[in-house]
């Protein structure tokens, strides 16, 4: 392919980082050229050294919290890789079309519940379940910069996560009652697709608009079933984190064959059967025990596939199927017969359960996801590539984990289960307003950029990832996945009006990438199509599951101004 320059789009922002060592960073950002390309361009890196220092750190003042807890998790040693986003696209498998590394929680998927993560194994050191989980780096060989696109445009196409498979078991009293508001939910997506057309033009402005619509009026019917299933005494919990949609361009997949020609080098993950779905009109009275029994289930996958990350590459070919799947057959087997059992106290047990017992890998039995998300493309080939995003994955060599203070008080403990996000994987597609400059080199603490760096000899190329310091005290997530959780002033350090200060969680990931890799542009992040590895789409997700006495022990080591973990 003959090299050709490309046009860039920049814009300039302002972004923000928080709480003590938090930073302030004056940003272009490049990318989002409107095709969807495996290549990268030259304008996107830059030598660490034409950064200026840009860096604030707020100064503590008297009852400042100035402690350090710091957590292991490791560098992913277990090759736990994913392209499902359980915090911004809850249900959705392979939603986020692009691979993630995961440290820590070792059972979490796109709709793994709460209290399985509670239970779970941990890469962390201390024990630690949180989950935390940052897009992959590759490094690719073949790629030359400016060598030009390699699809055209696609035109967008609205994704909403599945809210049915979220919902307990909807007893008989109120079934066509929930049944009319999901068929409701459909309606409202289909609407805002014919909102945004056929144009195969990325228009953040009009995405933004059309899923603000969206966010508000499902909402409001998200909010309805919520009520409708607790009149009938089932209690939907989470739902707030099924509201929000996301606008993708997945036509930006078409012509990408490499990744599809080759067998998956994944770990692969179990995929079962929906049992909830086969089990509509619970009588009330045994909803709660089928709800327990349906609980289970998800439990006994979240094992399966914990197993099959721990177990990588051990006992052969025979190993998924005798060691896991014979195992979960039997264990899912008695489970239904129970719910079969307790719907049958009460009503006529539902035909054909038995069936649903077994299980496959890689997503040979349905899977729990809406449409939109089973079209999605999975990671293929021992590179786990996808669409755009080809090359060898680039383990860090180091994950700093660190829980931080606040320049003006003490930090309150973070409740469990809460999520944070920090940057923004869209900012083509959805506008720069939360991306965040991420990008240094090892000793130049002082710079952040929105470019990929070119580090002097001997330096590890860096990203510092900080989250969201504030909290508002009442919710562990929000509509938008980001409203219930704040940032602090970036030169007083304080939070806003009606927050408060929580543990400021900041992760440090260091890669050594040779120098003649950094200066060809063969380095890159794993990105959505549209993002064209876009150094701005860099961000990174975080699901709170310290138990309620280690995040008490976390905020006693800060607010004593001790370094800790």
């Given at each position: 392919m003959n090299a050709r320059p490309r046009t860039v789009r920049r814009w300039a922002a302002l972004g923000v980082l928080v709480a003590t060592g938090a930073v302030t960073v004056v940003f272009v950002s490049s990318g989002g050229r409107g095709t969807a390309s495996a290549q990268t361009s030259l304008a996107q890196y830059v030598p660490i050294g034409r950064v200026a220092p840009n860096v604030v750190v707020p100064k503590p003042g008297r009852n400042a919290a100035t402690g350090v807890f710091t957590v292991d998790c490791g560098t992913n040693g277990n090759g736990k890789f994913s392209p499902d986003n359980p915090v911004a696209q809850p249900g959705i498998k392979n939603g986020a079309e692009h691979v993630h590394d995961f440290v820590g929680n070792l059972a979490i998927t796109a709709d793994t519940p709460d209290d399985v993560l509670a239970s779970s194994d941990t890469t962390c050191a201390d024990g630690d379940r949180s989950s935390y989980f940052w897009p992959v780096v590759r490094i690719d060989g073949s790629v030359r910069a400016e060598a030009g696109p390699v699809t055209g445009g696609a035109a967008p196409t609205v994704s909403c996560p599945d809210v049915a498979g979220r919902l307990p078991v909807v007893p008989a009293s109120v079934r066509a009652q929930v049944a009319a508001q999901l068929a409701r939910l459909d309606q409202l997506t289909r609407a805002a697709q014919a909102k945004l057309g056929g144009?195969?033009?990325?228009?953040?402005?009009?995405n933004n608009s059309v899923l603000a619509g969206l966010r508000g009026e499902r909402a409001a019917v998200i909010k309805q079933i919520s009520r409708t299933m607790a009149r009938a005494g089932m209690r939907p919990s989470g739902l707030v984190s099924t509201v929000d949609c996301e606008i993708g361009y997945e036509g930006l997949h078409a012509g990408h064959t490499a990744a599809a020609a080759a067998a998956s080098g994944a770990t692969p993950t179990v995929s079962c059967p929906d049992v909830k779905g086969k089990v509509s009109g619970v009588p009330d009275q045994a909803a709660a025990e089928v709800d327990r029994n349906l609980t289970e289930l998800d439990r006994q996958i979240a094992e399966a596939n914990q197993r099959l990350v721990t177990a990588a590459g051990q006992g052969g070919s025979g190993f998924a199927e005798n060691a896991v799947l014979g195992?979960?057959?039997?264990?899912?087997a008695a489970t239904?017969?129970?719910i079969r059992i307790a719907i049958g106290r009460r009503g006529t047990p539902p035909a054909g359960l038995d069936a649903l017992a077994g299980c496959a890998l890689n997503g040979v039995a349905p899977a729990k996801t809406t449409p939109p998300a089973a079209a999605l493309p999975a990671p293929a080939g021992p590179n786990l590539e996808l669409?755009?995003?080809?090359g060898k994955i680039l383990r860090p060599v180091s994950v700093l984990i660190e829980y931080?203070?606040?320049?003006?008080?003490?930090?309150?403990p973070m409740p469990k289960f809460l999520r944070e996000l920090t940057g923004d994987a869209k900012p083509t597609s959805r506008g720069p307003a939360n991306a965040r400059a991420t990008w240094t080199c090892s000793g130049f603490a002082d710079r952040l950029a929105d470019k990929y760096p070119i580090c002097p000899a001997g330096r590890r190329v860096q990203r510092v990832q900080d989250f969201p310091g504030c909290w508002d005290g009442k919710n562990i997530d929000s509509e938008n996945h980001r409203s219930h959780v704040a940032f602090a002033d970036p030169r007083s350090g304080a939070c806003p009006a009606g927050f408060v200060a929580i543990p400021q969680l900041r992760i440090t990931v260091s890669y050594a990438i040779p120098r003649d890799v950094q200066e060809r542009g063969q380095y890159a992040l794993d990105s959505f199509p549209e993002e064209n590895h876009n150094p701005f789409s860099d961000h990174n997700d975080f699901v709170n599951v310290n138990s309620d006495r280690q995040m008490t022990k976390i905020a006693a080591c800060i607010n004593a101004g001790r370094r800790c973990g």
């Open positions: 144009s195969d033009r990325i228009d953040a402005r009009r195992p979960l057959k039997a264990k899912r239904i017969d129970r669409p755009n995003n080809t931080r203070g606040n320049a003006t008080g003490k930090v309150t």
